[in-house]
């Protein structure tokens, strides 16, 4: 989605990027991939018709600096990756402890360049809120890194985080709370960061873009609503719904359910968000 500008010039609203987790899945040999289309170049494909991809094999193994960037040259301008912290920093028990394991892990994430979208820092669905250990935690993730401006999110998926210290700690240091749209795991709106991560999981396989058509228009409208500096109130919040602030970026990603129809889902709503 191109960045819309009021007529003064400054931005009315900020852009909005769809995308699913990954670009290698065989079921998407078809419903997605064209047939006939080589896997090397599955990636090329995928990020010219969806605005980012969030990358998760990154939480069992982090790649070279060489690898991410033979990702960023396969991509076109203006598309960029998530990329899904290591499950050995965000697994630790003391996340306070993981200062050398952070900064190895953005050594190589950098390489993506101006590829490099929101980092993904996800917590296991164990761990409490507990505040002194995430303060320091947080206070770990630097605003810049190799010459990168960095922006962080946060996915908290145990119900202790649904608190209004949360709330209040992740504003002050800067970071996204990821809102997650799940029945598995807490779902909270509270925007806390300078722009917006949501993860949707609850793609159906038997619609061929996973969601109905009056599903996906209610969330590019929230998306717009971000997008323009607004906190949709028909989403849940923890603390008081934010004013009015700036234009903001917004990430929307289609996450695990009918992981088939994910692709497919994060078009839809980028036609949707396109002519928002």
Known sequence: MA????????????????GMGGWVFPAWRGPFYPEGLVQKRELEYASTHVGAIEINGTYYRAPDAATYARWAAQTPEGFVFSV?????IVQT??????GTRIAAFLDGAVALGD???????????????DPDDVAAFLDLLPEKHGGLRLRHAVEVRHESFLDPRWVALARERGVATVFTDSEDYPSMADITGPFIYARLMRSVADRATGYTP????TWADHAATWAAGGDPEALPHVAAIEAPSAPRDVFVFFIAAAKVRNPSAAVALRRLTDGA
């Open 115 to 129: 590829r490099l979208g929101p980092l993904l820092w996800q917590f296991l669905p164990t761990r409490r809120f």
């Open 93 to 98: 028990k003391s996340l306070a402890a993981t």
């Open 3 to 18: 960045t819309k500008r009021s007529k003064a010039g400054a931005p009315a609203s900020g852009r909005i990027r769809t």
């Open 84 to 88: 899904k912290a290591p499950r050995h």
């Open 214 to 217: 009056k599903a996906l228009r």
